[in-house]
Nanobody, 124 residues
Framework: QVQLVESGGGLVQAGDSLRLSCAASGFTFSNYAMAWFRQAPGKELEFVTA????????YYADSVKGRFTISRDNAKNTVYLQMNSLKPEDTAVYYC?????????????????WGQGTQVTVSS
């Protein structure tokens, strides 16, 4: 049974940091590119960042570039999202996503598996 379980969300103040984790099971994690998407209240799901299966390639949305860092540990079947200098506009439910590919997953249409999401709320 495939599972992606996010954790680490919460309520923080603007300027604070959070680290999200996504633990994968039920598939060969190292064969999958991973990504984070988010959905703010009343808005569509949007791409945040992606990482290749090896971890050697990453890609970021302009809105988070320089503040967020994606990483993965294939030995632990886990992908991380380090979020620094958080802003109120980062408030959203954050979803972990996986796709079996040697490239990166950048759009919702490409995703094979989704996590259940974790809420991040940034107060001003």
């Amino acid at each position: 049974q495939v599972q992606l379980v996010e954790s680490g969300g919460g309520l923080v103040q603007a300027g604070d940091s959070l680290r999200l984790s996504c633990a994968a099971s039920g598939f060969t994690f190292s064969n999958y590119a991973m990504a984070w998407f988010r959905q703010a209240p009343g808005k569509e799901l949007e791409f945040v960042t992606a990482i290749s299966w090896s971890g050697r390639s990453t890609y970021y949305a302009d809105s988070v570039k320089g503040r967020f860092t994606i990483s993965r540990d294939n030995a632990k079947n886990t992908v991380y999202l380090q979020m620094n200098s958080l802003k109120p506009e980062d408030t959203a439910v954050y979803y972990c996503a996986a796709k079996r590919t040697t490239r990166m997953v950048l759009t919702t249409a490409e995703v094979d598996y989704w996590g259940q999401g974790t809420q991040v709320t940034v107060s001003s």
